[in-house]
């Protein structure tokens, strides 16, 4: 089968591997219908060491139950299902509390030892706390949307909520790529009144108000964390979903969040430390987050994407085939793209 390898920074291959297959009786073997690439994968992309085994790559996929081993007991050959970017096995402590993402049993896509869903097929560990079955086939209108369940908008969902997002009150999204973008929709989806987006790309600005977005912060650095202040009576957001990861945007994330307020951090950190401990001390911020359990949000939110209350697929903005996906990597992080949906 063919699949997406990455080498080093900048190098990312589509080639032929072996083919996945079942290896443990709670497996599921699923052929990939849809999958996309994500912000997070560009963080390799610029940064990986050279390495002569290269990683697979992917870990947000649709796609259609080949086979299952023998002790998967909720799916069956021909279903639709979709995976969160973590697999898990559904029954630990943690699995309980809804946070698949610290599974005892679980992982991750990819690398050196597990298939990718940026791939033709992928074997499924813990099929059956793992995978979701969808009520609709492959080529349904709104798999788009659908596909943002295994990561994006259960990020955004999972940023909003770790940020105390509640009705009439003030949220502060700090960027606009995809999951910014759907932290968006979650805040609104929760109730927010003014919802700021802090972002300067005019293309994922103008889906951000079409998402809910109020008010727009193009400013930077201080400039922008003055601008916020100026839009909530010099207080601050109730609620701050950091949706980047760097260093900067975390800064600014914490520096808007009001007194009492909260900071859901979904970005995936790129420093060591969380900056201003003193004044988030002092001023009694919540900072929270982490990776999303996007398996315990996809039966909430699939029913509002079935029925049109949400849209999140528009993310993305570009579609290829297994042999764009390098192109796709480098039109992302030029910022071409918002995010590369791939058709199998
Ligand atoms: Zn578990």
Not at 68 to 90: C, E, H, M, Y
Not at 126 to 137: E, H, N
Not at 216 to 237: C, F
Not at 286 to 292: D, F, H, K, L
């Amino acid at each position: 089968m063919r699949a997406t390898v990455m080498y080093a920074a900048h190098d990312v291959r589509v080639e032929t591997v072996p083919d996945a297959r079942i290896a443990e009786p709670t497996d599921a073997l699923v052929r990939v219908t849809r999958a996309c690439i994500c912000g997070s994968d560009l963080w390799p992309y610029n940064s990986m060491p050279p390495s002569t085994m290269g990683n697979r790559m992917g870990h947000e996929f649709i796609g259609v139950v080949e086979s299952i081993g023998a002790d998967v007991r909720t799916l069956r050959k021909g279903d639709l299902v979709v995976a969160p970017f973590a697999w898990s096995d559904g029954t630990c402590e943690f699995c309980q509390q809804g946070l698949q993402t610290s599974c005892l049993h679980g992982g991750w896509w990819g690398g050196t030892t597990l298939d990718g869903g940026q791939g033709e097929a992928v074997r499924v560990p813990q099929a059956d706390g793992t995978l979701v079955a969808l009520p609709v086939g492959p080529e349904h209108e709104l798999m788009p949307s659908l596909l943002t369940l295994s990561d994006v908008m259960g990020t955004g969902h999972h940023a909003a909520l770790r940020a105390n997002v509640r009705p009439g009150k003030i949220a502060a999204v700090v960027g606009d790529g995809a999951v910014g973008l759907c932290g968006v929709i979650a805040a609104r989806r929760l109730g927010a009144e003014q919802i700021i987006v802090l972002g300067r790309h005019a293309d994922r600005i103008a889906l951000a108000r079409r998402f809910g977005a109020t008010d727009v912060v193009s400013e930077r650095g201080d400039a922008a964390i003055e601008r916020v202040r100026e839009l909530t009576g010099g207080l601050g957001a109730h609620s701050v979903l950091e949706c980047v990861g760097h260093g900067e945007s975390m800064r600014t994330a914490v520096s808007i969040a009001r007194a009492g307020g909260a900071v859901g951090r979904v970005g995936v950190p790129q420093e060591t430390t969380i900056p201003k401990a003193q004044s988030t001390f002092y001023a009694n911020i919540t900072v929270g987050g982490g990776p999303a359990p996007v398996r315990a949000y996809m039966h909430e939110l699939m029913p509002d994407v079935l029925e049109g209350r949400i849209e999140p697929g528009l993310v993305f903005d570009r579609t290829t085939n297994i042999d764009g996906v390098p192109d796709g990597y480098r039109a992302m992080n030029d910022r071409e793209a918002i995010k590369v949906m791939i058709e199998f």
